[in-house]
T-cell receptor, first 112, second 116 residues
Framework: RKEVEQDPGPFNVPEGATVAFNCTYS??????FFWYRQDCRKEPKLLMS???SGNEDGRFTAQLNRASQYISLLIRDSKLSDSATYLC?????????????FGQGTELSVKP | ETGVTQTPRHLVMGMTNKKSLKCEQH?????MYWYKQSAKKPLELMFV???????ENNSVPSRFSPECPNSSHLFLHLHTLQPEDSALYLC???????????????FGPGTRLTVL
């Protein structure tokens, strides 16, 4: 089982749609969770940190379910500029403390 | 502008060349990282430095050699690379020490490396 697994993409949605991405992680001891966004041929950029039961930032809502080891990202009222690859990132726990484990990413394409 | 810069942005080298990638962070962070991103694959952590001390070498071949002279600079020295080493090499920094929970990382723009 992969340490961090995301929905396979791509997601093609019209402007204004609501879209949700799912992510599961294998290490139940993981402590922190993030969503990063990566535009084509660019570096990943932090979109949201996900703590406790989840949080919201404008059109973006992240949810965390520790019991199911599941994280989600909901994007409401999609914009053309939301087109990117979304990376689920989990703080993996090992003997030396945490390190970030990246999922393979889910590609989103928002169409006019 | 992320505050993490990388040079060069693009690099083409032969298998017998020696080159170096440079990363500089202007954020006052304590930890720096090298990642490799190949097409259609997740980011792979290569090296971690915390307060200039290497704390992780993620089974990276010896043809990749990192150097961290101070907390703001990180280098990746390359020699006798293989074509399969062609990838995007990303540098990142984080405010807390490596191994700290809730440690958000900030990435540089990357160096796109092609090995012929």
């Amino acid at each position: 089982r992969k340490e961090v697994e995301q929905d396979p993409g791509p997601f093609n949605v019209p402007e204004g749609a609501t879209v949700a991405f799912n992510c599961t992680y294998s290490n139940s001891a993981s402590q922190s969770f993030f969503w990063y966004r990566q535009d084509c041929r660019k570096e990943p950029k932090l979109l949201m940190s996900v703590y406790s039961s989840g949080n919201e930032d404008g059109r973006f809502t992240a949810q965390l379910n520790r019991a199911s080891q599941y994280i989600s990202l909901l994007i409401r009222d999609s914009k053309l500029s939301d087109s990117a690859t979304y990376l689920c990132v989990v703080n993996g726990v090992d003997n030396q403390g945490g390190k970030l484990i990246f999922g393979q990413g889910t590609e989103l394409s928002v169409k006019p | 502008e992320t505050g993490v810069t990388q040079t060069p942005r693009h690099l083409v080298m032969g298998m017998t060349n020696k080159k170096s990638l440079k990363c500089e962070q202007h954020l006052g962070h304590n930890a720096m990282y090298w990642y490799k991103q190949s097409a259609k694959k997740p980011l792979e952590l290569m090296f971690v430095y915390s307060l200039e001390e290497r704390v992780e070498n993620n089974s990276v071949p010896s043809r990749f050699s990192p150097e961290c002279p101070n907390s703001s600079h990180l280098f990746l020295h390359l020699h006798t690379l293989q074509p399969e080493d062609s990838a995007l090499y990303l540098c990142a920094s984080s405010p807390g020490l490596a191994g700290t929970f809730y440690n958000e990382q900030f990435f540089g723009p990357g160096t796109r490396l092609t090995v012929l």
